[in-house]
């Protein structure tokens, strides 16, 4: 990024050079250096007391077997590499990987952007009065906080007197401890859909009518229509949407408030892991390491993406 | 090819807006048909009713031997050109003309043949892999075009085909449009709210007004023969002539000029009604030499030049204005005073309701 960002303004200066130009053509608004980076100095401390130091730490703790207790919480030593030896050895890191990936693609990839897409399809149709309301409770299960949502979620499924029981006769069958996986995705779709539909709606009002007319003229049905112009036109947006969701979802936490990570680990997604591990277990060295290693699979996350969006222009 | 019938087709839109208001025409096989009215009048809910893409809410549609009213539009066999031209901008000439083809499954090497046919006979060859946004705005046309021929329609729509053109551009397409659709010999309606290209372009023009056509006829008896005041002051490049006038006993009265004979004469045999009317002509057909029938003494105002022409506009003692086209270089002077006297034959009279009152034959 940086490499790219100067190579730009170097060729930028040597238009300028070229044009006859000041060197500082760049400069549009006149400001100069020293203005321009008194301009910049309070974002970037922010930026610097809030993620860099914390990163930083967390990099450093990482390498320590600081805990939050007993003689390590007060000396710290350092043990190298040895958090993220064990990390990979540790079955239970290895499973909460798994139950992360398994999170990631069914709630975010498959279930927000399949749901989100189809709402945002079906409500271009639909009268103005449905619409409005079928996107404001969309919006909501969005927007309200997270505690509310999974007390009602936990309500909902309860074994005893839950709505879901009531409405499929099921009466007794504890959702939350025989199926944790499948209610926390279940849960995150809902939560999370109305993202990925506004996203589309605003992806398929950009979609000029004329070409999906011309595509019926010529006896497109509507999988054709979907192939052969929709997609095409908002294959930039899926991307953008599909990286964002599955950002948030790879690092939600909000699977706690429901089944805090079990029973026995089987929902244990990477935030909820480390949670236990640093705050209940007191391996705050283990835990950082492990943030570490999400940070990465984060930015893995993100290349993939930026790469993919890029070769698509 | 295939004509179009079309019976008592009404569309109404959800509010109880009227945009077809029982509408009867029918459209020749082969012929070059403009729908031709101010914008809101139906004419484009009209074209996208026939293509299937609006449903109709009463009447039907046929097109040759098939009642199409409740067809899909990709079962009526007819193929649209929209103003924006829709292509797909992922892909290629080729792929764009052929696509068409591609949904009714023809095989990819015949589809290739027969968008490289089609693209040769539009001057597309050298184009044919290139993607819309690398083409300028006649070539887009010519491609869309291209499309809409590749599947062999039996009827032709065009939307405002012309509006997305630069001025210059425009009038080339127009002689290429018109000489295209001969050569092909395939039934053709486009709209238009431009009268010239609708003049230029047509066999047959349907002028249209909230949601009933007010005139059906060709170019020429259009422009010559407004058969009512909306269709008259639709028409022409430059206004036409409106003034107040009496019909008593079968001659007629306008403003200071008295029992003009000569030119009522052609209304005597008919029996028109007395009553109020209005007398009508182009400024195109009248002199400022004061010979004629029917002569309006004024002063001239203003003149303003049209080009090989000039516009004169002269008004008259009761405050009447005429407008009058001279060849240039025979423009009066401001402030002179002419006898606008328009071309015998020329004259039209329209009855209270704006409906023409001259029959088409007899005026002298």
Not at chain 2, 315 to 333: F, I, N, S, W
Request: proline share 5%.
């Amino acid at each position: 990024m940086t490499a790219t960002a100067d190579r730009k303004v170097r060729s930028n200066r040597e238009a300028g050079a070229r044009a006859g130009g000041p060197v500082d053509s760049i400069d549009a608004a006149g400001l100069g250096r020293a203005r321009a980076a008194g301009l910049v100095a309070p974002a970037l401390v922010l930026v610097l007391a809030f993620l860099v130091v914390p990163a930083a730490w967390t990099v450093y703790l990482g390498v320590t077997d600081y805990r939050l207790t007993g003689i390590q919480a007060a000396n710290p030593e350092f043990v190298g590499l040895d958090n993220f030896t064990a990390a990979l050895a540790d079955p239970d890191f290895r499973n909460s990987l798994w139950l992360t990936l398994l999170f990631v693609l069914g709630s975010a990839i498959v279930g927000q952007t399949v749901a989100g897409f189809a709402l945002a399809w079906t409500l271009r149709t639909v009268p103005k009065l449905v619409r409005s309301v079928v996107e404001t409770l969309v919006l909501l299960a969005w927007i309200l906080p997270s505690s509310i949502v999974a007390f009602l979620w936990v309500a909902y499924l309860s074994g005893d007197g839950g709505t879901l029981n009531a409405m499929l006769q099921t009466s007794g069958t504890e959702w939350l401890l025989e199926h944790p996986m499948a209610s926390i995705i279940v849960f995150n779709t809902w939560r999370g859909t109305a993202f990925s539909m506004l996203l589309f709606s605003a992806a398929l009002g950009a979609v000029p009518p004329s070409q999906l007319e011309s595509a019926r003229l010529a006896g497109a049905g509507a999988f054709a229509q979907l192939r052969d112009v929709v997609l095409p036109h908002i294959r930039g947006h899926v991307l953008t949407n599909t990286l964002l969701i599955s950002l948030w979802t790879f690092n939600d936490f909000s699977p706690y408030l429901l089944t805090a990570g079990g029973p026995n680990h089987a929902s244990e997604t990477l935030p909820v892991f480390i949670y236990n591990k640093a705050l209940y277990g007191g391996q705050l060295g283990y835990g950082s390491a492990i943030s570490f290693i999400m940070l990465l699979i984060n930015l893995v996350i993100a290349l993939f993406y930026v790469r993919l969006l890029r070769e698509r222009r | 090819m295939a004509s179009i019938r079309i019976d008592g087709l009404t569309k109404v839109y959800p509010g109880d807006v009227t945009a077809i208001d029982g509408l009867d025409v029918t459209v020749e096989d082969g012929s070059f048909f403009a729908l031709l009215g101010p914008s809101g009048c139906g004419k484009t809910t009209l074209l996208r009713t026939i293509a299937g893409l609006e449903e109709a809410s009463g009447g039907s549609i046929s097109i040759g031997d098939r009642d199409v009213t409740r067809l899909a539009p990709g079962d009526r066999n007819v193929a649209m050109v929209f103003q924006d031209y829709a292509l797909f901008p992922h892909m290629t000439v080729t792929d764009n003309i052929a696509y068409p083809l591609r949904i009714k499954k023809v095989g990819r090497s015949e589809r290739a043949a027969k968008a490289a046919e089609t693209g040769e006979g539009l001057g597309l060859s050298a184009l044919m892999a290139r993607r819309p946004g690398e083409l300028s705005g006649g070539q887009q046309q010519r491609v869309a075009l291209a499309r809409a021929m590749a599947c062999q329609p039996d009827v032709f729509l065009l939307d405002e085909p012309l509006s997305n053109l630069d001025a210059r551009l425009r009038l080339e397409a127009r002689t290429f449009l018109k000489r295209l659709q001969k050569d092909l010999g395939v039934t053709t309606v486009f709209v238009t709210h431009d009268q010239s290209e609708a003049l230029a372009m047509a066999d047959q023009i349907a002028v249209m007004e909230a949601g009933r056509i007010r005139q059906l006829g060709t170019p020429s008896e259009i422009f010559r023969r407004p058969a009512n005041t909306f269709v008259a002051n639709f028409i022409g490049s430059t206004p036409m002539n409106m003034l107040p006038g009496k019909l008593v006993g079968g001659v007629l009265q306008v403003g200071a000029l008295e029992g003009v004979d000569a030119v009522a004469a052609g209304w005597a045999g008919r029996e028109a009604p007395d009553g109020e009317v209005t007398v009508a002509f182009r400024p195109e057909y009248a002199r400022v030499d004061g010979k004629g029938p029917l002569v309006f003494e004024g002063t001239v105002e203003t003149t303003e030049s049209l080009g090989a022409s000039v516009l004169v506009t002269a008004r008259t003692d009761d405050g009447q204005r005429v407008q009058v086209v001279v060849p240039e270089g025979e423009e009066p002077e401001v402030g002179a005073v002419v006898g606008v006297a328009p071309a015998s034959g020329r004259v039209l009279v329209y009855d209270a309701e704006g409906e023409l009152l001259s029959p088409s034959s007899s005026v002298p």
